[in-house]
């Protein structure tokens, strides 16, 4: 899909909410804008997308179905600011990368492991003295993380992503504080995917009875974690399942937030 063209529907929003742009990329000489969407409410939600251009299917169902995600959100008082598609070149390009071949998606913070040392993510178990905002990394994530940083924390927090390395159609997500409040959503989402559950899923993690993982990687939903976003997910669906299906278990997961968003008392 040309970007051009996806751009075109996200301003097409501007009757549901504030479409503006927060930043420009440019790749092989062509500007890209990068999006934000606000619509206002008591609470909010921040949903990010599209960090992985081999994975559309979030910034798909955001452009595809965003009317009924913003009707759903202000019958709750609950207001949206919304990421769209972070890595434009890499979406229209349907790589994984953008068209510079960097890598944006973590690098929002830092981990001082110690006194010196630092690193992007923590392995299991792992302790750290103190973590810090990263101010580096990707064009696409400085713009973004740049961005975020301009708001207070949000009441909740969802990043949409795929994964195109696991076969069939599955899904998972990553997680940070009680499951219990997550657990529906993997229960609704199993009636359009296989949920993976107890399975490694890349060199470090391997997901648990609910196809949950808490991983500390320097994410967004990591750094949202950090600062004491009570809910906060990182969105998996497998690259082979049919986009209606991708829709579907981003959209449980897009109202269930919502709803935990609404439930704070912020």
């Known amino acids: 899909m040309r970007y051009t063209d996806y751009a ?30 606000t619509v206002p409410g008591e609470r909010w939600l921040v949903i990010t997308s599209g960090f992985h251009g081999e994975e559309p299917a979030g910034p798909l169902t955001l452009a595809e179905r965003f009317p009924e995600v913003v009707a759903y959100a ?20 349907g790589t994984r990368y953008n068209r510079s071949g960097e890598k944006p998606n973590n690098d929002f913070l830092r981990y001082e492991v110690a006194p010196g040392e630092w690193r992007g993510e923590l392995n299991e178990g ?6 810090a905002l990263y101010d580096g990394g990707p064009k696409e994530t400085r713009l973004v993380r740049s961005d975020l940083s301009r708001f207070r924390p949000p009441n909740a927090a969802l990043d949409i992503h795929q994964d195109n390395y696991l076969g069939g159609a599955a899904t998972y997500a990553y997680t940070f504080g009680d499951k219990a409040f997550y ?36 994410s ?47």
Request: hydrophobic fraction near 35%; charge should be negative.
């Open 8 to 37: 075109q529907r996200i301003r097409s929003f501007e009757n549901l909410g504030e479409v503006a742009e927060y930043g420009q990329v440019l790749e092989g000489g062509q500007p890209y804008p990068l999006f934000r969407i």
């Open 74 to 93: 202000r019958q709750r008082g609950v207001g949206l600011r919304v990421y769209p598609c972070i890595n434009p070149s890499g979406f229209e390009d």
């Open 126 to 131: 792992q302790d750290h003295l103190r973590w």
């Open 183 to 218: 657990r529906p959503f993997v229960e609704a989402s199993s009636k359009h995917a296989t949920v993976v559950r107890n399975q490694k899923v890349d060199e470090q993690n391997i997901t648990d009875d609910d196809g949950l993982i808490v991983y500390h990687d320097g």
């Open 220 to 266: 967004v939903t990591d750094w949202y974690a950090r600062q004491g976003v009570p809910y906060t997910a990182t969105l998996e669906t497998t690259t082979p399942m049919s986009m209606e299906a991708c829709h579907a278990v981003n959209l449980i997961w897009i109202r269930g937030f919502i709803d935990l968003a609404a439930r704070t008392g912020r």
